[in-house]
């Protein structure tokens, strides 16, 4: 048996309940993982909500892990009982648990001498900073770019790597505390949402002519604020829902600056081994030479799981929140 996180209704956080699950051996393809370190993703939350629906329930919950290998189904050569391993996204909910077996193409290598924790708080995140800023379009040199959440466990890669590549990074946040973070974590101008309009003060800093790039994974609230901070042609990213599902956008608004509009996912930029290889290989590379440092808010006991995303939910995190089993 091991303990597991799962949820029998949707709801708020009191609906994460810790159970003793039976884990079969790995079917073929698959590995056993004994996770040490958990990376906690707003994901979770909209599995647990309802938001985004589950398959069945009672379900785990949570899509990334780092651990090592304790079994190997049949048909896996290439990974060997006793390696450390890490996985992020696509995978099936469930990786707030002592253990679990993961289909052995969705893990990741991971480098000698960085923590377990450290990978956790990095490797989903990391991953969507890269395809946010390299393949949904490519950032360079010369864009100006706004990221909303700035200081939020996606929002500080995010803006770290955007500004290794040249960009100006503008930043939304809600409190001036976190505007310090997003500041030391690459923001070149951080707007402090209680106290300035982030309209205007686009409009202000880029003298009337507005924005390459918005990353917006805030949704509701602010998706017409980010089609409003556009330059003409610019492009609206819009990648998550921590305020609500953002409301449907009318062809007819792209027209007002004949804007572009992307709504991605990490699921289809690492829906192969090589893509999904290729992003964990350029995110380790960076967080090798420096370029991105993770932030842990926090490392909770995985019995705190409700604690984790009443935090996360509750705005008070910055950089990302682990679970140790
Ligand atoms: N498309 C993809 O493939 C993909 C992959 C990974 C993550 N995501 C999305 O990226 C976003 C960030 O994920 P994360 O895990 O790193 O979370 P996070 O950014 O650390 O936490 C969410 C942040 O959103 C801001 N926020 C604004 N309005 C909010 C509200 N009403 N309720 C809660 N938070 C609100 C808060 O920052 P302020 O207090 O500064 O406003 C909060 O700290 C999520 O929307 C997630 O779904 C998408």
Not at 54 to 69: I, K, N, S, T, Y
Not at 117 to 127: E, F, N, R, V
Not at 255 to 262: C, D, K, N
Not at 287 to 307: F, H, K, N, Q, Y
Request: some cysteine.
């Amino acid at each position: 048996m091991v303990r597991t996180i799962r949820v029998h209704r949707v709801g708020g956080p009191e609906c994460l309940s810790m159970d003793d699950t039976a884990l079969p051996p790995p079917s073929r393809g698959e590995v056993q993982v004994q996770h040490t370190a958990i990376g906690v993703n707003f994901l979770d939350c909209y599995h647990r909500s309802g938001l985004y629906p589950l398959p069945a329930l009672p379900h785990g919950v949570g899509g990334e892990a780092v651990g090592r290998v304790v079994a190997v189904g049949d048909g896996v050569h290439t990974i060997a009982i006793g390696e450390r391993v890490a996985y992020g996204g696509h995978v099936p909910p469930g990786s707030y648990a002592d253990a679990r077996n993961v289909p052995a193409w969705r893990l990741v290598p991971i480098p000698a001498g960085v923590e377990d924790t450290t990978i956790a708080a990095l490797l989903l995140k990391g991953l969507t900073a890269e395809f946010l800023v390299r393949r949904v379009t490519k950032v360079g040199r010369g864009h100006h770019v706004l990221v909303h959440a700035a200081a939020g466990g996606v929002g500080l890669l995010l803006c770290q790597w955007l500004r290794h590549v040249g960009a100006t990074v503008y930043g939304v946040v809600s409190t001036p505390e976190k505007a310090e973070v997003a500041r030391a974590h690459g923001c070149h101008q951080v707007i402090v949402r209680s106290e300035e309009n982030v309209v205007d003060v686009v409009q202000r800093m880029t003298q009337g002519k507005g924005l390459d790039v918005v990353y917006d994974s805030v949704g509701k609230s602010t998706l017409r604020e980010s089609l409003q901070c556009l330059k003409k042609r610019g492009l609206l990213v819009a990648f998550g829902n921590s305020s609500g599902r953002p409301d449907p956008v009318a062809i007819t608004e792209l027209q007002a600056g004949s804007f572009y509009l992307t709504r991605p996912t990490l699921h289809d930029y690492t829906s192969t081994r090589e893509e999904l290889l290729h992003a964990a290989q350029v995110l380790f590379e960076l967080v090798a030479g420096g370029v991105l440092r993770a932030r842990i808010d926090s490392t909770l006991p995985l019995a705190e799981a409700a604690a984790a995303h009443r935090r996360l939910e509750s705005r008070q995190s910055t950089g990302a929140i682990v679970l140790v089993p």
